[in-house]
């Protein structure tokens, strides 16, 4: 294949972004009753407040931006997509190629603590001969890659760049949430580039058809997805059936969209109901800005569209893939207590090629943010008996 | 000719008056997310024969929010109304006319106090019906309550998120005008006859008697964005969750006669009689030609005329029955 053209890239948001931001924030209309703390019926408004006000005063985009463009980053021109994504090169003897693929409403920053980890092992407490030359693209609608490619087609597209603009051969995929569901994809179309997938979570969309013959372990964990849906799930359903009612206001209002993505981060966390256990309040705003800046919260909310709209002929040939014997590439999976709702491994066995079943003693869904030591070791050690192959 | 009356509670209600205050009461409740605005049109028609009051709900423009914790919310702002109409105003008996939230309330106020109400004037018949088990009921009423369902998982979401994370969305929709006006102009492109050219209307100078105009529909935003009552109109879904007022099984006293004005284009369609007969005594059942989710906007002169034909009859006899003739106002 030929190598495709691939840019270097530096974030360089311009001054009048920083400063249409600044007059926002200060003309920020109250939020009403800011001075409750809870979170039982969404964003806890006395946390909204002092992070906009943080924000305001406090909150140094600049700093944050020199410190991501310490990170290795690209521009490619894939198929019809422009995917930006961050490749670092590991150090050792052969490191591996490795994707990660990140979910909603997280950033390529889900993997900045995890990239030394992967790319330098020794440095690490690890070694050498687990490393990984590890790429990190942002999603199609996401920071700073151009929109337009549907969820189902994003396989497709990591498995473009990876062997068209990067001339790897076979690698290695890792993700959660949306990245779960597309590093199976691409594990499913292109199984003879992939050596190995390892995710954090099992892809939901196996859930839209219920075997007849789930355990009672599959059965809780059904019913505890169930109920999450009811209590929690209207951010997806909103997401999905009518993406611009709600982008319009979050596209406008710092605080707004800084209020329906800091929610999911205190829910979905190992932060015991406290978000500043797991993440301060510079690291919010960062994944907040990389959304504000780009004004793509609206195409963030894409993918649900896409699946909440697919029909019945899409569902048909994703099960399909299961047939033709695509999913026998070798998986593991890391599963951290307080994601959503940790699978039992019989679950993940019906879909996939189960090699590695980790069950962590914390962490929630940001796990390669909250927990990167336990991630990274994870990922070393699945990958280690297959590095001969690739 | 606005008012304010501060309840015991410690809520402030908004209301206008107008009217023939000899004439006999009528309280015009609205729904979410419209505001008293939804009555503005048809109330002048009321005016020479009915003492007219169409008042802000709890959580609405201008009057103050119930806790996100209240118990049974809308029975409270039932109660707020009936007090308004009865200690306040003074009114023994009074006919209530109402859609949406305002439907929920005028059952309620029935339900809690038949003795103080003439007569139901309903548009729908109120969100709690929809948790009716589709298994008890016939096949008309099963097919309207499962289609009900299906368009929930396609529509609903708006519903959802202001019932478990109203706080969540509430920042954007409070600092953001565009984010507003989409949120809310969203419900009314779903729930009412497509919108009326504003060039049109412009024509017709002043005689806007069909759809609705961005001027219509900016005016309702505006209520919302000057009083920042979108957060606390949405917790009342949320505090309703909760804490329910109303059950399907709970029944209006037969005592009290309900009329149905049913519009085509409003939410769901037009539901069968034999699901409001279980817990209302329908008298009069009126399947409109035309006209949505907000018909006294909508529609005026369909609904103002159901409306009057249905109470007409019913007042004078109420009047004749009771000796009543006027009331006495308090000091407000």
Not at chain 1, 108 to 129: E, N, S, V, Y
Not at chain 1, 146 to 159: P, R, V
Not at chain 1, 247 to 263: E, H, Q, T, Y
Not at chain 2, 140 to 167: C, H, I, N, S, W
């Amino acid at each position: 294949m030929s190598i495709q053209p691939c840019e270097p890239f530096q974030i360089d948001v311009p001054q009048a972004t920083l400063d249409d931001l600044r007059a926002r924030l200060a003309a920020t209309r109250p939020v009403p009753e800011r001075d409750v703390a809870d979170w039982g019926a969404g964003t806890s408004p006395a946390f909204l407040a002092a992070l906009v006000e943080h924000w305001r005063t406090t909150y140094d985009w600049r700093a944050h931006e020199a410190e991501l463009n310490r990170l290795s980053q690209f521009r490619a021109r894939v198929r019809d997509t422009t995917v930006h994504f961050i490749h670092e090169r590991g150090r050792g003897d052969a490191p591996l190629p490795l994707v990660l693929t990140h979910g909603f409403p997280d950033s390529f920053l889900r993997f900045a603590k995890l990239i030394p980890m992967l790319t330098d092992p020794a440095a690490h407490g690890g070694d050498a001969d687990d490393a990984f030359d590890v790429v990190v693209p942002s999603l199609p609608g996401f920071a700073f890659s151009s929109g337009g490619a549907s969820i189902f087609e994003i396989g497709d597209l990591w498995h473009a760049l990876m062997t068209g603009t990067l001339g790897y051969g076979r690698f290695g995929a890792h993700g959660g949430d949306w990245g779960s569901t597309i590093t199976e994809h691409l594990a499913r179309s292109h199984a003879a580039s992939v050596v190995g997938i390892h995710l954090t979570d099992v892809p939901f969309w196996h859930t839209f058809q219920r075997p007849s013959d789930v355990s009672p372990g599959e059965q809780a964990y059904l019913t505890a997805l169930e109920q999450e849906q009811m209590r929690h799930g209207a951010y997806a359903m909103i997401q999905g059936t009518r993406p611009q009612t709600l982008a319009d206001g979050l596209n406008d209002s710092p605080a707004g969209l800084a209020s329906w993505i800091v929610d999911k981060f205190q829910r979905w966390s190992d932060c015991d109901g406290d978000v500043e256990r797991c993440f301060s309040k510079d690291d919010l705003l960062t994944n907040v800005m990389l959304y504000w800046v780009t004004g793509t919260i609206g195409s963030s909310f894409l993918p649900y569209y896409d699946v909440v709209n697919a029909g019945v002929p899409r569902w048909i040939l994703e099960k399909a893939k299961e047939l033709v014997g695509s999913s026998k590439v070798p998986a593991g999976f890391a599963l951290f207590p307080k994601d959503l709702s940790p699978p039992p491994r019989e679950w993940a066995r019906r879909f996939f090629n189960v090699q590695r079943w980790t069950e962590m003693p914390r962490g929630g869904h940001f796990a390669a943010l909250e927990q990167p030591e336990l991630l990274a070791r994870d990922i070393r050690e699945f990958f280690r008996p297959l590095r001969q192959s690739h | 000719m606005k008012k304010f009356v501060s309840l015991a509670t410690g809520v402030r209600i908004e209301y206008e008056e107008r009217g023939n205050p000899d004439g006999e009461p009528v309280v015009f409740l609205h729904g979410w997310p419209d505001s008293f605005y939804r009555y503005h049109r048809v109330a002048p028609v009321f005016a020479d024969e009915f003492d007219v009051v169409v008042p802000s709900l709890p959580g609405f423009p201008f009057t103050g929010p119930l806790a996100l914790g209240a118990h049974q919310p809308t029975r409270q702002s039932a109660e707020l109304i009936w007090r308004l109409m009865t200690d306040v105003l003074g009114y023994q008996r009074f006919a209530i006319a109402g859609g949406d939230g305002g439907s929920v309330i005028a059952q309620i106020i029935a339900i809690d106090h038949p003795d103080s109400v003439i007569a139901l004037h309903l548009t729908d018949l109120g969100w709690h019906v929809a948790a009716t088990d589709p298994e008890s009921v016939s096949t008309p009423e099963r097919k309207y309550l499962l289609a009900a369902k299906k368009r929930f998982m396609a529509d609903g979401a708006y519903a959802m998120v202001q019932t478990t994370e109203p706080r969540t969305l509430a920042p954007a929709l409070t600092d953001s005008p565009v984010g507003l006006a989409s949120w809310i102009v969203d419900r009314f492109h779903s729930w009412s006859e497509p919108f009326a050219d504003a060039a049109a209307n412009a024509g017709s100078a002043g005689d806007r008697r069909r759809g609705l105009s961005k001027d219509d529909l900016l005016t309702n935003l505006m209520l919302y964005w000057a009083t920042g009552a979108i957060g606390p109109s949405m917790f009342n879904y949320c505090a309703e969750a909760r804490s329910p007022s109303l059950t399907p099984a709970d029944r209006v006293p037969r005592q009290v006669p309900a009329a149905l004005a049913l519009f085509p284009r409003d939410i769901g369609g037009v539901p069968p009689r034999a699901l409001a007969e279980r817990t209302l005594n329908v008298r009069r059942w009126t399947e409109m030609p035309r006209g949505g989710h907000f018909a006294a906007l909508e529609e005026p002169e369909l609904f103002a005329r159901d409306v009057l034909d249905f109470l007409r009859p019913l007042v004078a006899t109420d009047r004749h029955v009771t000796g009543e003739t006027g009331h006495v106002h308090p000091a407000v």
